[in-house]
């Protein structure tokens, strides 16, 4: 039977946050942050995609990674209805990079 080997030339990981790095309502255990902290520090990219609004997404998950890693990560929260990152400093930025509300919605749309 093959198997699955690492790729040691993987420069960006998109994954699913809801059950696959933590639970739903709880925050990403320990061994997920250090493997997450890993991955960051060899110079790989991560994508994370959730049903979840982004302040559980911080909670639960980049606020226990190191803040000048946090750069590196960017989230697709609300089901990819938003694409939010960090800057050099590891804060959230206050906008998104896209916003399916901004994007697709008339003003007429927006106020009802």
């Given at each position: 039977m093959p198997s699955i080997t690492w790729n040691s030339k993987l420069q960006l990981v998109l994954t699913d946050i809801?059950?696959?790095?933590?639970?739903?309502?709880?925050?990403?255990?320990?061994?997920?942050?250090?493997?997450?902290?890993?991955?960051?520090?060899?110079?790989?990219?991560?994508?994370?995609?959730s049903g979840r609004d982004i302040h559980r997404i911080t909670w639960g998950i980049t606020d226990y990674l190191s803040a000048e890693?946090?750069?590196?990560?960017?989230?697709?929260?609300?089901?990819?209805?938003?694409?939010?990152?960090?800057?050099?400093?590891?804060?959230?930025?206050?906008?998104?990079?896209?916003?399916a509300y901004e994007e697709a919605f008339t003003d007429e749309q927006k106020q009802a």
């Open positions: 809801d059950d696959t790095i933590a639970t739903v309502y709880e925050p990403a255990r320990p061994e997920m942050v250090a493997e997450l902290e890993r991955l960051l520090h060899d110079g790989v990219k991560i994508f994370m995609v890693l946090r750069k590196n990560i960017l989230i697709a929260y609300c089901s990819g209805a938003e694409v939010r990152g960090f800057d050099a400093d590891g804060t959230l930025h206050d906008q998104p990079f896209y916003s």
